[in-house]
């Protein structure tokens, strides 16, 4: 006879956990009925001391602002201005953009963590946080390269920039921004979908090895 098991249904995941009843660490019927399924993570604090707190609140928020308005405020520039209406302003506009959408992602939630003294965040919402940083992260290192290419061929090839610089191009450059953003997000989440929701699961698990016992 094989030792007897108690399958245990998480509230939030379709996943069963299994337990054997001899191990000391199943639980009992009373347990079972108060076991809730786990749907968020705890994040590290920067510190734990409470006096800390409202300086690194007032740091952050100040930073975030600084970030957001210096950011709009070259944005509000190139676009009222003509004669900033040239390929290496508008690729700093573009870069303006991406940075406060960037810097959106991350701070805002960290500065309501600092304030209300939370550290949870569920795995939608850490899924989702960690796609925008990955997609706005790529952008901004592929418009820093077109900025480092807009900046060769000025230097090197002064008399040929208009040329090369075209508005068509630069226009491409941008869409090519755009369609990568695309890629990231319907490549790189699927594939983060199965270690965060599925191989931190112990029966996923279990079945992978039953699995590869079979075919080996």
């Given at each position: 006879?094989?030792?007897?098991t ?15 009843t001899?191990d ?6 009373t347990?079972?009925?108060n076991?809730?399924?786990?749907s ?11 006096d800390?707190?409202p ?5 952050f ?54 304030l ?8 939608v ?5 960690m ?8 952008i901004?290192?592929f ?7 807009d ?48 191989l ?11 699995m590869?016992r079979r075919?080996?």
């Amino acid at each position: 006879m094989g030792v007897p098991t108690v399958y245990i249904t998480e509230a939030n995941t379709p996943f069963l956990e299994e337990w054997d009843t001899t191990d000391p660490r199943c639980p009992t019927n009373t347990e079972l009925q108060n076991l809730t399924g786990v749907s968020e993570f705890h994040l590290l604090e920067l510190s734990a001391d409470p006096d800390l707190q409202p300086i690194l609140f007032r740091l952050f928020l100040s930073m975030y602002l600084v970030t957001v308005l210096g950011n709009l405020l070259i944005l509000l520039a190139v676009s009222s201005d003509s004669h900033l209406h040239t390929p290496m302003y508008f690729f700093l506009s573009n870069l303006s953009l991406v940075d406060v959408c960037f810097s959106f992602s991350i701070v805002p939630k960290m500065i309501v963590d600092i304030l209300t003294q939370s550290r949870a965040i569920s795995y939608v919402g850490c899924l989702t946080q960690m796609s925008l940083f990955i997609i706005f992260a790529c952008i901004d290192d592929f418009l820093l390269t077109v900025m480092a290419y807009d900046w060769f061929v000025a230097v090197c090839h002064p008399l040929h920039y208009p040329v090369i610089m075209s508005p068509h191009l630069c226009g491409f450059l941008v869409l090519q921004k755009g369609v990568l953003a695309s890629v990231m997000y319907t490549v790189v989440v699927p594939m983060l979908n199965p270690f965060i929701y599925s191989l931190r699961n112990r029966d996923i698990k279990s079945a992978l090895r039953r699995m590869h016992r079979r075919t080996v």
